[in-house]
């Protein structure tokens, strides 16, 4: 079955330009002009991905996603935000938050599209899997969680989503510049240093697995057992 994708924006013109190009490549597509609609829409149906305006008449698009990351029945959807918002402040902000890309107004259909798809795409090579480090971290890559010795940790999406670079190939070594392409594609909006600051939040809460992210001076960061 074709994907179903919820598209949140309350520009009739841009809500129905996307529709179409969306409709074009095979996707089934819901469209909605303010978050109340949205909400209802999602209280008996969850799409496979969201595309999400900031500037709602009824919401603020970041407090919309924050809200999303944080229930579980809403967490592991795919969040592309749409908006004419292209401070670095509000990418960082909407990113941190979880958002798996960020697009601004104005912007190429055609390249929407194709990030639609390396999402989905990126959402299907991890479902369901569950990675195992040693004898005490777990980390369920479908469910967004962590576990050190049976405990969960909470991280933020943006730690989760680097221990998730790291452990996708144990023993590589990811330097700054990959991990941030992986995390914004080519909207990198922050300094490789705040890689340093994410991996050393994410070495304090995972405590005793701590020892499984290796620094490899001058280089980068790696996974290894």
Not at 13 to 21: A, C, F, Q, Y
Not at 35 to 60: N, Q, R, V, Y
Not at 112 to 131: D, E, F, P, Y
Request: glycine share 4%.
């Amino acid at each position: 079955m074709n994907e179903l994708i919820v598209v949140v924006d309350d520009e009739p013109d841009i809500l129905e330009l996307v529709v179409l190009h969306l409709t074009k490549s095979n996707f089934r597509v819901e469209k909605f002009l303010n978050s109340e609609d949205f909400f209802k829409f999602l209280s008996f149906k969850i799409p496979d991905l969201i595309i999400l305006d900031l500037m709602l008449p009824d919401a603020d698009g970041i407090e919309v996603c924050k809200y999303l990351r944080s229930k579980e029945d809403f967490k592991s959807i795919p969040i592309i935000i749409l908006t004419a918002r292209a401070s670095e402040t509000d990418k960082v902000l909407g990113l941190e938050l979880g958002a798996d890309d960020y697009v601004t107004k104005p912007f190429s259909p055609r390249e929407l599209v194709a990030r639609v798809k390396a999402v989905l795409r990126r959402k299907t090579q991890n479902s369901g899997k569950k990675i195992k480090i040693g004898d005490i971290l777990l980390i369920d890559l479908n469910r967004f969680e962590v576990f050190v010795e049976g405990k969960k940790i909470d991280l933020t999406p943006t730690e989760f989503r680097i221990l998730k670079i790291l452990v996708s190939n144990k023993g590589w070594v990811f330097t700054r510049d990959q991990i941030l392409e992986h995390l914004w594609g080519h909207d990198k909006v922050v300094l490789d240093r705040t890689i340093d600051v994410h991996i050393k939040n994410l070495r304090e809460k995972l405590g005793k697995a701590k020892k499984f992210i290796k620094n490899v001076r001058g280089v980068g960061y790696k996974i290894e057992e």
